[in-house]
């Protein structure tokens, strides 16, 4: 963690030091000359596109025990859950994404905030670094009124913290945004592709420690779709993470997106599907990790079947992005729609198995696990 103090106003020109960086969610370099929206646009536009999702289904291979006679209507199942000391409708959350200066991305935090309030579920918010560096993207993250109670993640790259941000920085943002939660990225995948990415993962553990330490909320460590190593999320755990979500790669591929917006596409092309199966991670986490209760389960989660899977391989809650981003584009009653038709069918599923509540889920739902 950088010890200096970092005195800059909101909308005041990055340092030169910052200058030099280019957060691949937040663009950095790019945002003293605006191409930052551009890149930020552009990287909405790369998700618009079908083939930036790997179209994973990890959990395809995990048959759950259908039981005939559940000994229990319908209506017993209840996926209340809690986030962050809230209770919420079901443990869903909307996956971190996106924010910037410009009335898309006001449009689609709006409209994904109001969703994650008529659903009660966590939302979570995009890389934040350009809220520090662009006064005019603020108001795309302030919206605690439009999501009511329901908990916010708040986001940086952790990695931006070997590129200039510090720990007042994090102070900054739960001022302004007032999340429940604070979230910090892993995503060396991306950032490697990313040309002008801020690769300089050294002493990264270091930063969370003492990150998690300070923080006065509980701190969220996530991928971006290229999955945590079972190993390493007991590790950000032992190092201050109150919350991992694996976000393995099912889905959504940076890889692919950063690829898309290269001169030259071959790297992210080559890189495409490099990472970790969602499944293949859940199905390797120590059992202690597992009673643990605060992993979360992303990365190509599209339906309710596979998100009864996650749960039932040990996750506690699980996370949807580029479905809810898609739905966002077009307005708050389709990502109401999304998020209704997952819970409809997590509670079929738990129906089906004859089981009541999703923290009653394990392994012994499977088939021959
Ligand atoms: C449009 C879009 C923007 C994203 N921006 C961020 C971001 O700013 N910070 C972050 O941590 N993850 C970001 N992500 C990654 C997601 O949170 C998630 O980890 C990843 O997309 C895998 O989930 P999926 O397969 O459900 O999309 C973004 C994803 C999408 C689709």
């Given at each position: 963690?950088?010890?200096?103090?970092?005195?800059?106003?909101?909308?005041?020109?990055?340092?030169?030091?910052?200058?030099?960086?280019?957060?691949?969610?937040?663009?950095?370099?790019?945002?003293?000359?605006?191409?930052?929206?551009?890149?930020?646009?552009?990287?909405?536009?790369?998700?618009?596109?079908?083939?930036?999702?790997?179209?994973?289904?990890?959990?395809?291979?995990?048959?759950?025990?259908?039981?005939?006679?559940?000994?229990?209507?319908?209506?017993?199942?209840?996926?209340?859950?809690?986030?962050?000391?809230?209770?919420?409708?079901?443990?869903?959350?909307?996956?971190?994404?996106?924010?910037?200066?410009?009335?898309?991305?006001?449009?689609?935090?709006?409209?994904?905030?109001?969703?994650?309030?008529?659903?009660?579920?966590?939302?979570?918010?995009?890389?934040?670094?350009?809220?520090?560096?662009?006064?005019?993207?603020?108001?795309?993250?302030?919206?605690?009124?439009?999501?009511?109670?329901?908990?916010?993640?708040?986001?940086?790259?952790?990695?931006?913290?070997?590129?200039?941000?510090?720990?007042?920085?994090?102070?900054?943002?739960?001022?302004?945004?007032q999340?429940d939660?604070?979230?910090?990225?892993?995503?060396?995948?991306?950032?490697?592709?990313?040309?002008?990415?801020?690769?300089?993962?050294?002493?990264?553990?270091?930063?969370?420690?003492?990150?998690?330490?300070?923080?006065?909320?509980?701190v969220?460590?996530?991928?971006?779709?290229?999955?945590?190593?079972?190993?390493?999320?007991?590790?950000?755990?032992?190092?201050?993470?109150?919350?991992?979500?694996?976000?393995?790669?099912?889905?959504?591929s940076?890889?692919?997106?950063?690829?898309?917006?290269?001169?030259?596409?071959?790297?992210?092309?080559?890189?495409?599907?490099?990472?970790?199966?969602?499944?293949?991670?859940?199905e390797?986490?120590?059992?202690?990790?597992v009673?643990?209760?605060?992993?979360?389960?992303?990365?190509?989660?599209?339906?309710?079947?596979?998100?009864?899977?996650?749960?039932?391989?040990?996750?506690?809650?699980v996370?949807?992005?580029?479905?809810?981003?898609?739905?966002?584009?077009?307005?708050?009653?389709a990502?109401?729609?999304?998020?209704?038709?997952?819970?409809?069918?997590?509670?079929t599923?738990?129906?089906?198995?004859?089981?009541?509540?999703?923290?009653?889920?394990?392994?012994?739902?499977?088939?021959?696990?």
């Amino acid at each position: 963690m950088a010890s200096k103090t970092h005195n800059r106003p909101p909308g005041e020109p990055a340092s030169k030091e910052e200058a030099g960086s280019s957060e691949a969610f937040s663009g950095g370099a790019e945002s003293a000359s605006g191409d930052l929206a551009r890149r930020k646009t552009a990287h909405l536009d790369a998700c618009l596109e079908e083939e930036v999702d790997l179209g994973r289904d990890s959990f395809g291979e995990y048959a759950l025990r259908y039981n005939a006679l559940p000994e229990m209507a319908l209506g017993d199942v209840s996926l209340a859950s809690t986030f962050a000391g809230k209770e919420v409708a079901a443990p869903l959350i909307i996956s971190c994404m996106t924010g910037g200066a410009g009335e898309r991305f006001e449009r689609i935090n709006r409209n994904l905030a109001i969703g994650a309030r008529e659903l009660n579920i966590p939302l979570g918010l995009g890389s934040m670094r350009v809220l520090l560096q662009h006064a005019a993207a603020e108001s795309s993250f302030k919206v605690r009124q439009e999501a009511g109670q329901v908990p916010l993640i708040a986001n940086l790259g952790l990695v931006s913290f070997n590129h200039g941000l510090v720990y007042e920085d994090v102070e900054r943002i739960i001022d302004m945004v007032q999340p429940d939660v604070f979230g910090l990225h892993l995503n060396a995948l991306q950032e490697v592709i990313q040309e002008g990415g801020d690769t300089d993962f050294r002493g990264l553990l270091g930063h969370l420690e003492h990150l998690a330490r300070r923080c006065p909320l509980p701190v969220y460590v996530k991928e971006c779709g290229g999955g945590i190593a079972p190993g390493l999320v007991r590790k950000l755990f032992s190092a201050g993470a109150a919350y991992v979500d694996i976000s393995g790669n099912d889905g959504t591929s940076w890889a692919a997106v950063e690829g898309r917006l290269s001169a030259d596409p071959s790297l992210g092309e080559l890189f495409r599907d490099f990472g970790l199966p969602t499944a293949w991670i859940l199905e390797r986490l120590s059992p202690s990790v597992v009673k643990g209760g605060r992993v979360v389960a992303s990365g190509g989660i599209r339906n309710g079947l596979q998100a009864v899977k996650a749960l039932a391989l040990g996750a506690r809650w699980v996370g949807v992005a580029r479905p809810f981003f898609l739905a966002a584009e077009h307005s708050a009653e389709a990502v109401v729609a999304l998020g209704s038709r997952i819970l409809t069918e997590m509670r079929t599923a738990l129906f089906l198995l004859g089981v009541k509540t999703p923290q009653a889920l394990n392994r012994s739902h499977f088939l021959d696990r």
